[in-house]
């Protein structure tokens, strides 16, 4: 019986090595990384701060929540789904920022706040680093 897994292996094995060779010759190599600006960031705490005050409750596992807070004698209760970025207040789907809803979920199961912030807030630095290489300039 013919099984094709050990030719994709090999296969996989060859293209890792001529990627590693080809990055090998090179002295420099770029690094792309996005974050946001220190305003946006600073923002960005103040909206994590204000959700870490609201109850969360799952509804379904990592894509929807209940956010809700006790005002007075009133319960505000928004539904926030991360899969979608949507909130019920409307505020992240007009925005393309996390409000205080969605702050409080992604914050809460420890994910990625970049992930869920829209890339018109986010800048693009350029590292570039040297490799060891015997270039003496």
């Excluded at 600073?42 to 990592?62: A, F, H, Q």
Aim: proline share 4%; hydrophobic share 35%.
């Amino acid at each position: 019986m013919f099984s094709p897994f050990p030719a994709t292996m090999l296969f996989v094995r060859w293209m890792t090595t001529a990627a590693k060779k080809q990055t090998e010759q090179y002295h420099v190599y770029s690094q792309l990384k996005y974050s946001l600006t220190p305003l946006l960031q600073e923002k960005w705490v103040k909206v994590r701060d204000e959700g870490s005050k609201r109850n969360i409750e799952e509804y379904v596992p990592l894509i929807q929540y209940g956010v809700s807070r006790k005002r007075g004698n009133v319960d505000e209760k928004r539904i926030v789904n991360i899969k979608d970025h949507t909130c019920t207040c409307g505020y992240w789907q007009d925005m393309k920022f996390p409000c205080v809803h969605a702050a409080a979920v992604i914050s809460k199961n420890k994910l990625n706040y970049l992930h869920y912030i829209d890339p018109i807030y986010q800048t693009l630095l350029i590292e570039i680093n040297l490799l060891h290489s015997n270039c003496t300039r």
